[in-house]
């Protein structure tokens, strides 16, 4: 099994900053690409970043202002916001592929999501 855990979600002023992390544990060899998801009430789950081997894309909404990273030996992925505004608001999801430890499979896992809410 793997466990996805997200933190840094809260509440944050429009043009604020901040910081989501997803640490994952379990029964994990080793990590594939890692991305954040997001959901606002009433919508749709969409791709907001992903990152892979080096390689980052994302949505057209975010670009220039969200940035994913990640520390592999840490087994986290990063979401670093800024510039935020209203309609960022939304539960962000950690989603990752990794290589089981004991079957060698891949596994896609998902957090259980944090919540951000940007309101003056």
């Known amino acids: 099994q793997v466990q996805l855990v997200e933190s840094g979600g809260g509440l944050v002023q429009p043009g604020g900053s901040l910081r989501l992390s997803c640490a994952a544990s379990g029964s994990i060899f080793s990590i594939g690409a890692m991305r954040w998801y997001r959901q606002a009430p009433g919508k749709q789950r969409e791709l907001v970043a992903l990152?892979?081997?080096?390689?980052?894309h994302y949505a057209d909404s975010v670009k220039g202002r969200f940035t994913i990273s990640e520390d592999i030996a840490k087994k986290t992925v990063y979401l670093q916001m800024t510039s935020l505004k209203p309609e960022d608001t939304a539960v962000y999801y950690c989603?990752?592929?990794?290589?089981?430890?004991?079957?060698?499979?891949?596994?896609?896992?998902w957090g259980p999501g944090t919540q951000v809410t940007v309101s003056s």
């Open positions: 990152t892979n081997g080096g390689s980052t």
């Open positions: 989603n990752i592929d990794s290589i089981d430890s004991y079957g060698g499979t891949w596994i896609n896992s």
